[in-house]
């Protein structure tokens, strides 16, 4: 695994990406792919397709870079971003449902996230996980599985053995609350 | 805030992904024609970012560096290269998704057309916003390259022009096929400098313009109609 390196040295590469500096796009590619990785795999478990939202996420970086603003977060979360999009468009284009049901023995060894115990956090993280922390258990927690897991209402309906409407009133009135927290 | 409470809470899932797949792509749609939609699901994105930064990486089980250098358009990257390729980007996620309604529904209109003209170099494409709401049909025959256009429920646009475009990889820029009327049958043989596989391929876009169409030769705005061409006859 490469570390992602420094926050500041990610802002330079971004810099020189947006200005289509391969030398550059390579270097980002290398410090960050495990990063973004992680994110597609945990959603997507399947290899083949993870593979390829890694390789669609990288293009759209090399493409959008010119619109990335440090001033709105950090270079990571923004491609993280990018990356996540391509694989939640991926998870609700193709996933039979009855993937979603896979024992969890079956899927790739994923460590389960756990962000309220994650040590290094940028200001940004630390007060989104503020907020969280207010949620109740419920709300956090399918707001948590479906950032990280890519998880479905109906896939979470089935997790937390409740109606669908009741699933998407927990995540509405959960991010409504984050907003109110994040805003105050 | 400009959105109402539901596009908001739309906005929110759509960023944290939980909306299912129509949803998801109803707003996609949306998202390119109302920018304040696009704001808001873009500042729920942000909000959201941040838990990245505490997913643990994964090794991915191949370097794809060399295969994504291979997918990356290098070269000139002047601003206005990018700008452009930007707008045609916007087009085209456009024109996708209303290509498929546009070819169920083109079916419908595509019986009475057929007895007519039943040869298989005649061409519909329904321009429209979505399924509810063709604008026009345009006819195309790829081998004369004829352009009919016929008015089906295009609202009025009181001093306004609309405009159709020609839009293909192949063409860079959108090109102008000439103004379009609401109440009665506009001709064209602005088709006549085009290939016909760029004919039969192209995506067809309606734009409101000034009076007179669009001053500069670009589309003044994004698109407002968009279809592909789907043939007529078995």
Sequence with gaps: ?184 | MTVSPEDDAAAAEFALGTLDSSERAALAARRLREPELDQAIRGWEERLAPLAEATPPIDPPQDYLAAIEARLKTGDASAAVVMLERRLARWRAAAIGAASLAAMLAVGFVISETRRAAAPTEFVAVLQKNAETPAFVASINVETRELTVRPLAAPPQPGKSYELWIIDDKLGAPRSLGLIGTSGVTRSPRLDPYDRAVVEAATYAVTVEPPGGSPNGAPSGPPVFVGKLVPVGP
């Design chain 1, 1 to 184: 695994m490469q570390a992602a390196g420094t926050e500041g040295d990610l802002v330079d590469l971004m810099r020189r990406v947006a200005a289509h500096d391969t030398k550059a796009f390579a270097e980002l590619y290398r410090r960050t792919q495990s990063k973004l990785y992680g994110v597609v795999a945990r959603i997507l478990r399947r290899g083949d397709q993870s593979g390829e939202a890694l390789q669609e996420a990288y293009v759209r970086i090399w493409e959008k870079a010119a619109e990335f603003d440090p001033a709105k977060g950090s270079p990571l979360a923004w491609m993280a971003t990018i990356a996540r999009n391509r694989a939640i468009d991926e998870v609700r284009r193709s996933r039979p449902v009855s993937l979603e049901e896979l024992p969890e023995a079956l899927e790739p060894a994923a460590e389960e996230v756990d962000p309220l115990g994650a040590r290094d956090r940028s200001e940004r993280l630390a007060a989104l996980l503020d907020c969280l922390r207010g949620l109740g258990d419920d709300r956090r927690e399918v707001v948590l599985l479906a950032y990280y897991r890519g998880l479905s209402r109906e896939a979470l309906a089935r997790r937390f053995d409740k109606p669908v409407p009741t699933i998407k009133t927990w995540l509405r009135r959960g991010l409504m609350q984050l907003r109110d927290c994040l805003d105050s």
